[in-house]
């Protein structure tokens, strides 16, 4: 699966901000239903934790597609 990359121009983002900035989802409600269902990886493994910061380098999976955080400062 190739990542598509979603750039942050801070140290970090939360989980359930970068999955509406990134496209995977339309609002942060459906955000939030998909990670306490389990539906969300981060860097493989499944996140239940909706304000876990990623910062660059982490890659969250949701449906068959890939999301890699990149930039920050």
Known sequence: MKAEGCEIRTPFIKLDS???LSGLVSTGGEGKILIQDGKIR???????????????GDKVEY???EVEV????
């Not at 990149?70 to 400062?73: A, E, I, K």
Request: positive net charge; hydrophobic residues 25%; contains cysteine.
């Open 63 to 65: 449906d068959g597609r």
């Open 70 to 73: 990149t930039g920050g400062t």
């Open 18 to 20: 970068l999955l509406k």
């Open 42 to 56: 981060v860097n493989g493994e499944i996140c239940l934790q909706r304000g876990r910061k990623l910062r660059p």
